[in-house]
Protein backbone atom coordinates (compact mmCIF):
# COMPACT_ATOMS: atom_id res chain seq x y z
CA UNK A 1 0.00 0.00 0.00
CA UNK A 2 1.37 3.38 -1.04
CA UNK A 3 1.60 5.80 2.23
CA UNK A 4 2.55 9.28 2.28
CA UNK A 5 3.94 10.93 5.43
CA UNK A 6 4.98 14.55 5.33
CA UNK A 7 7.26 16.05 8.58
CA UNK A 8 6.79 18.30 10.36
CA UNK A 9 2.73 18.66 10.22
CA UNK A 10 3.18 22.27 11.88
CA UNK A 11 6.38 24.34 11.41
CA UNK A 12 6.38 28.32 12.65
CA UNK A 13 9.33 29.76 11.95
CA UNK A 14 10.83 33.12 11.63
CA UNK A 15 11.05 35.21 8.64
CA UNK A 16 14.47 35.49 7.20
CA UNK A 17 15.20 32.05 8.18
CA UNK A 18 15.62 28.64 6.33
CA UNK A 19 13.75 25.52 6.65
CA UNK A 20 13.12 22.30 4.95
CA UNK A 21 10.02 20.37 4.86
CA UNK A 22 10.16 16.09 4.43
CA UNK A 23 7.93 14.05 2.45
CA UNK A 24 8.08 10.38 2.63
CA UNK A 25 6.81 7.60 0.99
CA UNK A 26 6.33 3.87 1.03
CA UNK A 27 6.43 2.17 -2.62
CA UNK A 28 8.70 3.58 -5.50
CA UNK A 29 6.41 6.15 -7.51
CA UNK A 30 6.44 7.40 -11.01
CA UNK A 31 6.01 11.13 -10.03
CA UNK A 32 6.49 13.05 -7.26
CA UNK A 33 4.11 16.62 -6.79
CA UNK A 34 4.22 19.22 -4.12
CA UNK A 35 0.66 21.81 -3.84
CA UNK A 36 0.12 24.72 -2.33
CA UNK A 37 -2.95 25.84 0.26
CA UNK A 38 -3.27 29.46 1.50
CA UNK A 39 -6.37 28.98 4.26
CA UNK A 40 -9.62 29.32 2.69
CA UNK A 41 -8.35 29.02 -0.88
CA UNK A 42 -7.81 26.47 -3.68
CA UNK A 43 -4.59 24.43 -4.42
CA UNK A 44 -1.68 25.51 -6.44
CA UNK A 45 0.32 23.35 -7.87
CA UNK A 46 4.39 24.01 -7.32
CA UNK A 47 6.59 21.68 -8.71
CA UNK A 48 6.57 18.06 -10.57
CA UNK A 49 9.62 15.95 -9.84
CA UNK A 50 10.17 12.38 -11.82
CA UNK A 51 13.85 11.42 -11.71
CA UNK A 52 15.82 10.53 -8.96
CA UNK A 53 18.04 14.09 -8.09
CA UNK A 54 15.50 16.21 -9.63
CA UNK A 55 15.78 19.51 -8.11
CA UNK A 56 13.76 22.29 -8.78
CA UNK A 57 13.29 26.11 -7.77
CA UNK A 58 10.98 28.92 -7.54
CA UNK A 59 11.82 32.01 -5.82
CA UNK A 60 12.32 31.26 -2.22
CA UNK A 61 11.23 27.22 -2.86
CA UNK A 62 13.72 24.51 -4.03
CA UNK A 63 12.16 20.89 -4.23
CA UNK A 64 14.51 17.59 -4.30
CA UNK A 65 13.77 14.28 -5.10
CA UNK A 66 15.89 11.17 -3.67
CA UNK A 67 14.11 8.25 -5.36
CA UNK A 68 16.46 6.15 -3.61
CA UNK A 69 15.53 7.05 -0.12
CA UNK A 70 12.03 7.86 -1.47
CA UNK A 71 12.74 11.38 0.21
CA UNK A 72 11.61 14.57 -1.17
CA UNK A 73 12.35 18.00 0.33
CA UNK A 74 10.97 21.05 0.25
CA UNK A 75 13.70 23.67 1.07
CA UNK A 76 12.26 27.34 2.47
CA UNK A 77 14.88 30.55 1.68
CA UNK A 78 14.87 33.24 3.92
CA UNK A 79 11.35 32.70 4.64
CA UNK A 80 8.53 35.91 4.32
CA UNK A 81 5.36 36.41 5.53
CA UNK A 82 3.37 34.96 2.25
CA UNK A 83 5.12 31.55 2.17
CA UNK A 84 2.65 31.05 4.86
CA UNK A 85 0.58 28.11 3.87
CA UNK A 86 -0.18 24.43 3.89
CA UNK A 87 2.30 22.40 1.85
CA UNK A 88 1.08 19.25 0.65
CA UNK A 89 3.30 16.66 -1.63
CA UNK A 90 1.90 14.01 -3.23
CA UNK A 91 2.69 10.47 -5.00
CA UNK A 92 1.59 8.76 -8.29
CA UNK A 93 2.01 5.26 -8.77
CA UNK A 94 1.08 4.75 -13.03
CA UNK A 95 0.90 1.40 -12.37
CA UNK A 96 -2.21 2.13 -9.40
CA UNK A 97 -3.19 4.84 -11.23
CA UNK A 98 -3.24 6.49 -7.81
CA UNK A 99 -2.67 9.88 -6.13
CA UNK A 100 -1.75 9.66 -2.63
CA UNK A 101 -1.69 12.86 -0.77
CA UNK A 102 0.51 13.61 2.38
CA UNK A 103 -1.11 14.49 5.21
CA UNK A 104 0.65 18.62 4.50
CA UNK A 105 2.73 20.93 6.48
CA UNK A 106 1.01 23.74 7.59
CA UNK A 107 3.76 26.67 7.50
CA UNK A 108 3.36 29.58 9.38
CA UNK A 109 5.83 32.32 8.86
CA UNK A 110 6.22 34.81 11.91
CA UNK A 111 7.61 38.43 11.05
CA UNK B 1 -7.65 33.22 -11.38
CA UNK B 2 -6.33 29.71 -12.77
CA UNK B 3 -8.82 29.89 -15.42
CA UNK B 4 -10.76 26.95 -13.81
CA UNK B 5 -14.29 27.14 -12.70
CA UNK B 6 -16.36 25.77 -10.35
CA UNK B 7 -20.43 25.86 -10.02
CA UNK B 8 -21.70 25.93 -7.32
CA UNK B 9 -19.18 27.62 -4.71
CA UNK B 10 -21.20 25.91 -2.16
CA UNK B 11 -23.76 23.59 -1.81
CA UNK B 12 -26.35 22.34 1.31
CA UNK B 13 -28.40 19.91 1.17
CA UNK B 14 -29.49 16.82 3.02
CA UNK B 15 -28.81 13.06 3.58
CA UNK B 16 -29.89 10.60 0.76
CA UNK B 17 -30.16 13.35 -1.61
CA UNK B 18 -28.15 14.20 -5.12
CA UNK B 19 -26.15 16.96 -6.25
CA UNK B 20 -23.82 17.49 -9.85
CA UNK B 21 -20.92 19.27 -9.50
CA UNK B 22 -19.49 21.12 -12.28
CA UNK B 23 -15.96 22.06 -13.31
CA UNK B 24 -14.80 24.07 -16.35
CA UNK B 25 -11.79 23.85 -17.46
CA UNK B 26 -8.81 26.31 -18.90
CA UNK B 27 -9.16 26.63 -22.69
CA UNK B 28 -6.98 24.27 -24.23
CA UNK B 29 -6.71 21.75 -21.05
CA UNK B 30 -7.94 18.21 -21.74
CA UNK B 31 -7.31 16.12 -18.82
CA UNK B 32 -9.70 17.00 -15.95
CA UNK B 33 -8.87 16.08 -12.10
CA UNK B 34 -11.17 15.61 -9.26
CA UNK B 35 -10.18 16.08 -5.39
CA UNK B 36 -11.69 15.90 -1.69
CA UNK B 37 -10.96 17.67 0.81
CA UNK B 38 -12.26 16.33 4.16
CA UNK B 39 -10.81 16.86 7.74
CA UNK B 40 -11.23 13.62 8.00
CA UNK B 41 -9.67 11.99 5.06
CA UNK B 42 -7.57 14.60 4.04
CA UNK B 43 -6.95 15.09 0.66
CA UNK B 44 -8.17 12.48 -1.90
CA UNK B 45 -7.76 11.53 -5.58
CA UNK B 46 -11.34 10.76 -6.68
CA UNK B 47 -10.94 10.48 -11.01
CA UNK B 48 -9.46 11.69 -13.81
CA UNK B 49 -10.75 12.43 -17.41
CA UNK B 50 -8.68 12.94 -20.87
CA UNK B 51 -10.24 14.46 -23.45
CA UNK B 52 -13.98 12.78 -22.87
CA UNK B 53 -12.23 9.23 -21.73
CA UNK B 54 -11.90 8.09 -17.67
CA UNK B 55 -7.80 7.57 -17.05
CA UNK B 56 -7.67 6.88 -13.98
CA UNK B 57 -10.12 5.74 -10.68
CA UNK B 58 -8.62 6.94 -7.69
CA UNK B 59 -10.92 6.98 -3.84
CA UNK B 60 -14.47 7.30 -5.86
CA UNK B 61 -17.09 5.72 -4.06
CA UNK B 62 -19.20 3.74 -5.90
CA UNK B 63 -22.43 6.02 -5.04
CA UNK B 64 -19.98 9.03 -6.79
CA UNK B 65 -19.86 9.16 -10.57
CA UNK B 66 -18.27 11.47 -13.16
CA UNK B 67 -18.33 12.23 -16.82
CA UNK B 68 -16.35 14.56 -19.20
CA UNK B 69 -18.13 16.03 -22.14
CA UNK B 70 -17.59 16.60 -25.68
CA UNK B 71 -16.83 20.23 -24.77
CA UNK B 72 -14.55 19.29 -22.21
CA UNK B 73 -16.36 20.39 -19.32
CA UNK B 74 -16.50 18.02 -16.20
CA UNK B 75 -19.84 16.96 -14.15
CA UNK B 76 -19.17 15.16 -10.67
CA UNK B 77 -22.49 13.42 -9.43
CA UNK B 78 -23.18 12.36 -5.95
CA UNK B 79 -25.90 10.38 -5.00
CA UNK B 80 -27.54 8.68 -1.78
CA UNK B 81 -25.47 11.43 0.08
CA UNK B 82 -24.31 10.40 3.72
CA UNK B 83 -22.99 13.24 6.36
CA UNK B 84 -19.89 11.95 5.70
CA UNK B 85 -19.42 13.19 2.21
CA UNK B 86 -19.42 16.92 3.48
CA UNK B 87 -16.34 18.04 2.13
CA UNK B 88 -14.73 20.56 -0.63
CA UNK B 89 -14.37 19.15 -4.01
CA UNK B 90 -11.91 20.74 -6.23
CA UNK B 91 -11.51 19.76 -9.82
CA UNK B 92 -8.14 20.87 -11.44
CA UNK B 93 -7.09 20.88 -15.80
CA UNK B 94 -4.09 20.42 -17.34
CA UNK B 95 -3.14 20.64 -20.55
CA UNK B 96 -1.94 17.37 -21.31
CA UNK B 97 -2.67 13.52 -21.24
CA UNK B 98 -1.38 12.67 -17.97
CA UNK B 99 1.73 10.32 -17.21
CA UNK B 100 2.84 10.79 -20.92
CA UNK B 101 3.77 14.05 -21.80
CA UNK B 102 6.58 16.48 -20.80
CA UNK B 103 6.01 17.21 -16.97
CA UNK B 104 4.85 20.89 -18.30
CA UNK B 105 1.96 19.71 -19.42
CA UNK B 106 0.97 17.48 -16.11
CA UNK B 107 0.93 21.20 -14.03
CA UNK B 108 -2.59 21.09 -13.00
CA UNK B 109 -4.54 24.39 -12.65
CA UNK B 110 -6.85 23.90 -9.94
CA UNK B 111 -10.24 25.84 -9.52
CA UNK B 112 -11.82 27.37 -6.33
CA UNK B 113 -13.79 24.84 -5.37
CA UNK B 114 -16.94 23.82 -4.05
CA UNK B 115 -18.11 23.29 -0.65
CA UNK B 116 -20.98 20.72 0.36
CA UNK B 117 -22.60 20.08 3.41
CA UNK B 118 -24.56 17.39 4.06
CA UNK B 119 -27.07 17.72 7.25
Known amino acids: ELKVEQNPLFLSMQEGKNYTIYCNYS?????LYWYRQDPGKSLESLFVLLSNGAVKQEGRLMASLDTKARLSTLHITAAVHDLSATYFCAVLKTSYDKVIFGPGTSLSVIP | DSGVTQTPKHLITATGQRVTLRCSPR?????VYWYQQSLDQGLQFLIQYYNGEERAKGNILERFSAQQFPDLHSELNLSSLELGDSALYFC??????????????????FGPGTRLLVL
Open chain 1, 27 to 31: TTSDR
Open chain 2, 27 to 31: SGDLS
Open chain 2, 92 to 109: ASSVGKPYLTQLKQETQY
